[in-house]
């Protein structure tokens, strides 16, 4: 794999943070392959449908949304992002810090995971209920 295809996966993650914190689920949307799945830690594997509907409800629920990484490693298809986020709303405050990895194919998202301080999430929400996916 070439560094410029390195490089364009590099710039697929980085679209897919900016999009979140836009709020533009549409160009979220156009970044994820038909078969994306997302797995996120303390909750487990989402569809693309589940993914796209809890990013939605989350970039809804948060006037105030920033994803600012802290490090990119890429190696052929896989981009490795950490990240700060910082969501905001009347009366609550959100952080917390990220690992997301995701394999890039043909340009577009075809799976990632999000590994985050399960804690901090319980704090703000609380626990999601048994088989519940936030």
């Known amino acids: 794999m070439t560094d410029?295809?390195?490089?364009?996966?590099?710039?697929?993650a980085a679209a897919f943070l900016h999009a979140i914190?836009?709020?533009d689920a549409p160009?979220?949307?156009a970044l994820l392959a038909p078969g994306f799945s997302w797995w996120v830690a303390g909750w487990g594997e989402r569809s693309r449908k589940a993914f796209l509907d809890a990013v939605s409800r989350t970039m809804r629920a948060f006037d105030e949304r920033?994803?600012?990484?802290t490090g990119v490693t890429a190696e052929a298809d896989r981009v490795a992002v950490e990240a700060q986020g910082h969501f905001e709303r009347p009366g609550l405050v959100y952080r917390n810090t990220y690992h997301y990895l995701f394999i890039?194919?043909?340009g577009l998202i075809a799976s990632g995971r999000e590994y985050f301080d399960t804690a901090a999430a319980?704090?703000?929400?609380?626990?999601?209920?048994?088989?519940a996916t936030p």
């Not at 319980?122 to 088989?131: I, K, Q, S, V, Y």
Request: aromatic share 4%; no cysteine; proline share 12%.
């Open 4 to 12: 410029t295809t390195t490089q364009d996966n590099k710039r697929v």
């Open 21 to 23: 914190e836009r709020g």
């Open 27 to 29: 160009g979220l949307q």
């Open 66 to 69: 920033r994803v600012t990484p």
């Open 104 to 106: 890039v194919r043909d």
């Open 122 to 131: 319980a704090a703000a929400f609380g626990p999601p209920p048994d088989g």
